[in-house]
T-cell receptor
Framework: GIQVEQSPPDLILQEGANSTLRCNFSDSVNNLQWFHQNPWGQLINLFYIPSGTKQNGRLSATTVATERYSLLYISSSQTTDSGVYFC?????????FGIGTKLQVIP | DTGVSQNPRHKITKRGQNVTFRCDPI?????LYWYRQTLGQGPEFLTYFQNEAQLEKSRLLSDRFSAERPKGSFSTLEIQRTEQGDSAMYLCASLVGGSGAFFGQGTRLTVV
């Protein structure tokens, strides 16, 4: 099956700083998403981005499908951005998650 | 429709008991997924339905696990003869093609 590698595994940021999270896939994927897991465990959709670039407020994502990676950019980070960020990708039936990037934003 | 709904939110059970979880997907979504997540790990795929048909099942899903989606609407995940290793968050997601998956709040199972 597809292997999903996320980096970095842990990240500590000062409030206001920018960051880039990366996701590499071992094979081509037909769908790709970024999620934020809140402290209560729910996975919140950030982007559905099998290719191209999307932006939503302070967050943006870029997927280069031909090179099998995706990037999530967080600008002007806030303490509420803290949590675990997952990317997930795969075919039309099974989607595989990475182990996540644990982000802590400190005031 | 406010999203994917899972019940119960928390379940504590004694080892050896059976438990059943329910997932109500977003109404127009024909695909439904179950995942399991343990502490510090990403969600692991368990099984997938398209409408009422169970099209894929992970090797993680032992014979003690069974999932159904009667009439292609809500889904249930049953675990028989629970073991302590079954303690985890069980997540349900639904999607319609091209939109990505939307997850419920999960059911946290603790087997004591």
């Amino acid at each position: 099956g597809i292997q999903v590698e996320q980096s970095p595994p842990d990240l500590i940021l000062q409030e206001g700083a920018n960051s880039t999270l990366r996701c590499n896939f071992s094979d081509s994927v037909n769908n790709l998403q970024w999620f934020h897991q809140n402290p209560w465990g729910q996975l919140i959709n950030l982007f559905y981005i099998p290719s191209g670039t999307k932006q939503n407020g302070r967050l943006s994502a870029t997927t280069v499908a031909t090179e099998r990676y995706s990037l999530l950019y967080i600008s002007s980070s806030q303490t509420t951005d803290s949590g675990v960020y997952f990317c997930a990708g795969g075919g039309y039936q099974k989607v595989t998650f990475g182990i996540g990037t644990k982000l802590q934003v400190i005031p | 429709d406010t999203g994917v709904s899972q019940n119960p939110r928390h379940k504590i059970t004694k080892r050896g008991q059976n438990v059943t979880f329910r997932c109500d997907p977003i109404s127009e979504h024909n695909r439904l997924y179950w995942y399991r997540q343990t502490l510090g790990q990403g969600p692991e795929f368990l099984t997938y339905f398209q409408n009422e048909a169970q099209l894929e099942k992970s090797r993680l899903l032992s014979d003690r696990f069974s999932a159904e989606r009667p009439k292609g609407s809500f889904s249930t995940l049953e675990i028989q003869r629970t073991e302590q290793g079954d303690s985890a968050m069980y997540l349900c997601a639904s999607l319609v093609g091209g939109s990505g998956a939307f997850f419920g709040q999960g059911t946290r199972l603790t087997v004591v």
